[in-house]
C-alpha cells in the first residue's frame, strides 16, 4: 500500500530569516516607511533563496510588520498602527525575555479590562458541564506538584481560557490564545518568584472561589474576585 506522504518541509532557514528580519524592524535599524532591496539582492544578503524569504515576508505581512505591494516592494510598518497581536511573542524574543515598563503596564490593563468581563459573562452563560471542567481544573491545582512551575502555568492559562470560552463571547478566547506567549510569560516568572511560598496556594483559593461565584450565578462578585486575582499577581510581579 503506498501512503500518500510528502517530503518533509524545513522550516528553520525561514524562522531564521524571520527573526533576523524582525530584529532589525523592532531595533529600528529599518526604519518606518523604508524599502526594503528587491528580493533578489536581500535573499543574498540574507543567504537564503527567494522562496525562503518571500514566505519570511509574508509571515511578517501577517503580524503587521511590513506591506508588500505587488510590483512596488516591500515597506517597513510602523507596528503601532498596523502591528496585530501576534506580534507580542516577537518582542519579547527580541528584549530576550523583558518587556518595556509602560507596555507591561498597557498589556496588564487590558488583561484586567478582557478578564473581567469575561468572568462577568460566565455567571450567566457557563454551562454546567464547563463549571464542572473549572472544577477538575480547581482539583488538578490542588494536586500539581508545587515544584512543577510548567505545570502551575499550564493550569494557571487552562483556568482562565476556560472562563473566557464560558463567556459565550467567541472573540474573548481568541484574544487569550493569541496572547498566550506573554501570559505564560508572566505567569512563569511569577511562580519562579514566589517558588515555596504560600502564594500558590493563595491563587489557588481564588480560583475556588472564583468559581463557587460562578457557581452561584453571581456576576458582581466574579468580576470582584477576578479583578483581586490579577491585581494580587501584578502586585508580587512589581514588587
Known amino acids: 500500500m503506498t501512503l500518500p506522504i510528502e517530503p518533509l518541509q524545513v522550516n528553520s532557514l525561514k524562522s531564521a530569516c524571520v527573526t533576523r528580519l524582525e ?18 539582492d536581500l535573499a543574498a544578503r540574507l543567504g537564503v533563496s527567494r522562496p525562503v524569504l518571500h514566505e519570511a515576508l509574508v509571515d511578517l505581512a501577517g503580524k503587521g510588520l511590513v506591506t508588500i505591494n505587488p510590483r512596488r516592494g516591500v515597506v517597513i510598518n510602523d507596528f ?25 503596564t498597557s498589556l496588564l490593563s487590558m488583561r484586567i479590562l478582557v478578564e473581567t468581563e469575561t468572568a462577568r459573562l460566565a455567571a450567566t452563560h457557563a454551562s454546567v458541564d464547563q463549571l464542572a471542567e473549572l472544577r477538575q481544573i480547581v482539583q488538578n ?19 482562565h481560557l476556560l472562563v473566557s470560552i464560558a463567556s459565550e463571547n467567541m472573540a474573548y478566547p481568541l484574544i487569550l490564545n493569541s496572547f498566550k506567549t506573554v501570559y505564560t ?10 517558588a515555596g511560598s504560600t502564594v500558590v496556594d493563595e491563587v489557588h483559593a481564588y480560583h475556588e472561589e472564583l468559581l463557587a461565584a460562578l457557581e452561584s450565578r453571581d456576576a458582581a462578585k466574579s468580576v470582584e474576585i477576578m479583578k483581586s486575582l490579577l491585581e494580587h499577581g501584578e502586585k508580587l510581579l512589581r514588587s
Do not use: C, W
Request: glycine share 6%; aromatic share 10%.
Open 23 to 40: 530584529e532589525l524592524i523592532l531595533s529600528g535599524e529599518l526604519k518606518v516607511a523604508e524599502r526594503l532591496p528587491a528580493e533578489r
Open 80 to 104: 503601532r498602527k498596523s502591528g496585530s497581536m501576534a506580534i507580542l511573542s516577537s518582542l519579547l524574543s527580541y528584549h530576550n525575555g523583558e518587556l518595556d515598563p509602560q507596555f507591561v
Open 141 to 159: 491545582e490542588l494536586a500539581a506538584d508545587r515544584g512543577s512551575i510548567s505545570a502551575l502555568v499550564e493550569l494557571d492559562f487552562e483556568f
Open 185 to 194: 510569560h508572566f505567569t512563569t516568572a511569577f511562580y519562579q518568584k514566589t
